[in-house]
């Protein structure tokens, strides 16, 4: 859905790099949920945030990453030191207030060479 | 913990045909299920959204069913064509405070002209 917008789309990183990416939700939402496409796999749940505050991060791995909602601009998955295994598609979503429908981003696509 | 299995993993059809494609999940006690189409290197597009209280859901040509008792959905196309061609993904959110949703890991449908 293009009321929620990530960036960059494709981001490549060298192994022990920082990778940042970002979300930034539809208007007037104040969640987001980060999920993980490794290949060949289905997504999984990483982390939801809302605004300033973690509420569920038992997705995340336990090193390496971590993730903000600041009050003011987008979430930041942030992923340290990247690893090949790091290499994935990651989606953030937000979820309709009204009937509950999941609408997603258009993926930030992680290569680490 | 909610577990979610799609069947069969790929699906090769000529066009024309009519076809079904399943999901099952292990705990009934979902809050909705939806279905996304993936297509490759994209984000996820909303098919069709069912409430737990929902029986099925239509939207043109695609039809989705759910039987929380048996733990089942599955999605309907009639009349397939060369651009259903993608992947498709079923989501199960469960109840509580907030959603939480689970994955399936897809089918890949192929529609051959």
């Known amino acids: 859905n293009a009321g929620v917008m990530q960036n960059p789309r494709h981001l490549v990183r060298r192994r022990g790099q920082e990778a940042r990416l970002r979300c930034s939700p539809m208007?007037?939402?104040?969640?987001v949920y980060w999920y993980r496409q490794l290949p060949e796999e289905g997504l999984k749940f990483m982390v939801y945030?809302?605004?300033?505050?973690?509420?569920?991060e038992s997705g995340m791995p336990k090193e390496r990453f971590s993730a903000e909602f600041p009050k003011e601009g987008p979430s930041i998955l942030r992923i340290q030191q990247v690893v090949r295994g790091d290499s994935a598609a990651y989606f953030c979503?937000?979820?309709?207030?009204?009937?509950?429908?999941?609408?997603f981003g258009q993926g930030t696509r992680l290569t680490v060479v | 913990k909610q577990e979610v299995t799609q069947i069969p993993a790929a699906l090769s059809v000529p066009e024309g045909e009519n076809l079904v494609l399943n999901c099952s999940f292990t705990?009934?006690?979902?809050?909705?299920l939806q279905w996304f189409r993936q297509d490759p290197g994209k984000g996820l597009t909303s098919l069709l959204l069912?409430?737990?209280?929902?029986r099925e859901q239509t939207s043109g040509r695609l039809n989705a069913s759910l039987d929380k008792s048996s733990g089942r959905s599955t999605l309907y196309i009639a009349a397939s064509q060369p651009g259903d061609s993608a992947t498709y993904l079923c989501?199960?959110?469960?109840?509580?405070?907030?959603?939480?949703?689970?994955f399936g890991t897809g089918t890949k449908l192929q529609v051959i002209p």
């Open positions: 979503a937000t979820y309709g207030t009204v009937n509950t429908e999941a609408f």
């Open positions: 208007k007037g939402h104040s969640h």
């Open positions: 945030l809302q605004k300033e505050n973690i509420i569920d």
């Open positions: 705990d009934s006690a979902i809050y909705n």
């Open positions: 069912i409430q737990s209280s929902q």
């Open positions: 989501a199960v959110a469960s109840s509580g405070g907030y959603q939480k949703v689970t």
